[in-house]
């Protein structure tokens, strides 16, 4: 059974970094490309950025490039996303997700999701 499992999730004041795990199961993670999504109180989920399996990152949004980066520890299966300079608008529950194919596709091309963790930005 394909999982995904997020963590790292906590309280930061703004100017803060936090690093996000995802850790997979059911599947080997180094042959897809994994996504991060977010979805902030009310507003619908947006795709952040991807790595590819030769560890290429597509940036989805604009606003998180020079601020976060995505990295993947294949011999932990899991995939990372290190996000620095955090403001109050980087609020939102993140997500992991899997694509089928080991390049990024576009942000509708996820097959399999993560929980979601809460990271909250605030002094």
């Known amino acids: 059974q394909v999982q995904l499992v997020e963590s790292g999730g906590d309280l930061v004041q703004p100017g803060g970094s936090l690093r996000l795990s995802c850790a997979a199961s059911g599947f080997n993670l180094e042959y897809y490309a994994i996504g991060w999504f977010r979805q902030a109180p009310g507003k619908g989920r947006e795709g952040l950025l991807c790595?590819?399996?030769?560890?290429?990152?597509?940036y989805y949004l604009e606003s998180v490039k020079g601020r976060f980066t995505i990295s993947r520890d294949n011999a932990k299966n899991t995939v990372y996303l290190q996000m620095n300079s955090l403001k109050p608008e980087d609020t939102a529950v993140y997500y992991c997700?899997?694509?089928?194919?080991?390049?990024?596709?576009?942000?509708?091309?996820?097959?399999?999701w993560g929980q979601g963790t809460q990271v909250t930005v605030s002094p």
């Open positions: 790595i590819s399996n030769s560890d290429s990152s597509t």
């Open positions: 997700a899997a694509q089928r194919t080991s390049y990024c596709s576009n942000v509708r091309s996820y097959a399999y």
